[in-house]
T-cell receptor, first 113, second 112 residues
């Protein structure tokens, strides 16, 4: 089956700096890669996703890059703000409603004001 | 759209009691997932259903755990008998044709 590894497990940045979280996956058939943000006491919520037919996707201060050859993808947050502090999870899946998500172990991001 | 609905939101019970967690997926979604989240073990997939049929229950910890999905709009996760180590947040999630999986608010279970 699929194996997703996520690094780092914790990350602290100064407000306004950038944050980068990296994930690798093992199954070359995976073609859908979402990122979830989980605030303390809340549910995981999708913040951005990428499909294997593109290499990069941006949404305001958030971007995700995908390298299919190396089987890794990354989340980039620019101009970080205190409200970006949360746990971030990456996941890999195959497109199709019947497939499960394989989640990384999470990165706890702290943005220091 | 009301999103994924879970009940109860909080449950406190004593060891040995039966616990039933409930989930209503987003209308039209045909995949449903049950997860358990703890500090020690992170987010674990327990079981998932496609079109009401259990596909993979390899994450169910032991026979004390069981899950059902009698129809497309309802699923239950039952723990009988419950133990203190079952204390966790249990999430239900559903997925439709648009790839994305949406999580419910979770049930925080405490077993004393």
């Amino acid at each position: 089956g699929e194996n997703v590894e996520q690094h780092p497990s914790t990350l602290s940045v100064q407000e306004g700096d950038s944050a980068v979280i990296k994930c690798t996956y093992s199954d070359s058939a995976s073609n859908y890669f979402p990122w979830y943000k989980q605030e303390l006491g809340k549910r995981p919520q999708l913040i951005i996703d990428i499909r294997s037919n593109v290499g990069e996707k941006k949404d305001q201060r958030i971007a995700v890059t995908l390298n299919k050859t190396a089987k890794h993808f990354s989340l980039h947050i620019t101009e970080t703000q205190p409200e970006d502090s949360a746990v971030y999870f990456c996941a890999a899946s195959k497109r199709n409603t019947g497939n499960q998500f394989y989640f990384g172990t999470g990165t706890s991001l702290t943005v220091i004001p | 759209d009301a999103g994924v609905i879970q009940s109860p939101r909080h449950e406190v019970t004593e060891m040995g009691q039966e616990v039933t967690l409930r989930c209503k997926p987003i209308s039209g979604h045909n995949s449903l997932f049950w997860y358990r989240q703890t500090m020690m073990r992170g987010l674990e997939l327990l079981i998932y259903f496609n079109n009401n049929v259990p596909i993979d229950d390899s994450g169910m910890p032991e026979d004390r755990f069981s899950a059902k999905m009698p129809n497309a709009s309802f699923s239950t996760l039952k723990i009988q008998p419950s133990e203190p180590r079952d204390s966790a947040v249990y999430f239900c999630a559903s997925r439709g044709l648009a790839d994305t999986q949406y999580f419910g608010p979770g049930t925080r279970l405490t077993v004393l």
